[in-house]
């Protein structure tokens, strides 16, 4: 089974993780090493490469696009009301990107996901998506951009409810599944909490614990009941918490592209954001690595014992 360092808590990240002084620890740590960061994504050239980068990220980001839009609108779930297992068999399973990708993923800590997959009720796979997609409608609805950007705190943006059992399945669906979505159906307004973006936020904020009792709020121990216990990003990271983070970043990425005179879409906002926080993931691949092997002596110093 799973086990996050925020085992004792039963919680996702522990309580000071939603202090507005550890946040602003967080941030100004993320400021810190911002342009270390920035300056590799752009190779300390960003009149020329900032442009280029954004170009082919949104080239990228369009490609299976549509497919998303297609099978999760509005609508289309009315069709999949007579009939769950064909949402599940078919839509899911064969037809929505990230999961056909998961599912067909040969690597080893995918595994546990295929068996939860295989053995979810397709009534409530049915219910929970439809769930996420109709936040993510309302809250494109409603979305006004002067007071989406004035937004001082986490709560301030009210993506709390994306974190509420009602979008959520144990094992199935998790921030990266419906974030993926969101992102995909409304890229300016919802960031994408790939595995990349969280082990990513983990280096820019210094691999710093900022007073966490059992470790790094982006990292947890994954024991599979077999004698390995490795450490991952933490995949049940908060998606209110994770959107405050990747919405600070994106001024950051404003605040270069006014230098230059760059004018950023703010349609492919989150688009932005991905591109750099995977080229964060991709700099320190090797330190990922590492992390990913065997964890010694019991897991001693990292929250677990």
Known sequence: MYWSVYKKTEASVEEICYDTAHIEKVLSTIKKFFQKYFGIFVKNKPSRNFVKNISIAIEQFEKDRETYKTFFATEAFEEYEDDPSRFKSEILKDKCPVIRKTLKSP????????TSFKHADAKELLEKFRNICA??????DHYNSATYESAKTYFDLEMEDLDEDTCCLSGVIGIGIKSRLLYKLHPSIFPNASQ??????????GREDFDCEYG????????????DSVIRQNFSYLYQLFAYYAFEIYKLLESEANKINLPLNKSYRYVVVDA?????????????????AQIPNGGFGYGWS
Request: aromatic share 20%.
């Open 196 to 205: 990349d973006s969280i082990w990513a936020l983990y280096f820019l904020s």
């Open 107 to 114: 690597e080893k800590e995918l595994a546990k996901y295929k």
């Open 276 to 292: 750099f926080l995977s080229s964060v993931k991709e700099y320190h691949k090797e330190d990922i690595n590492l992390y990913k």
């Open 216 to 227: 790094s709020e982006f990292l947890m121990i994954d024991d599979d009941n077999t004698d």
């Open 135 to 140: 936040f993510g409608q309302k809250y494109y």
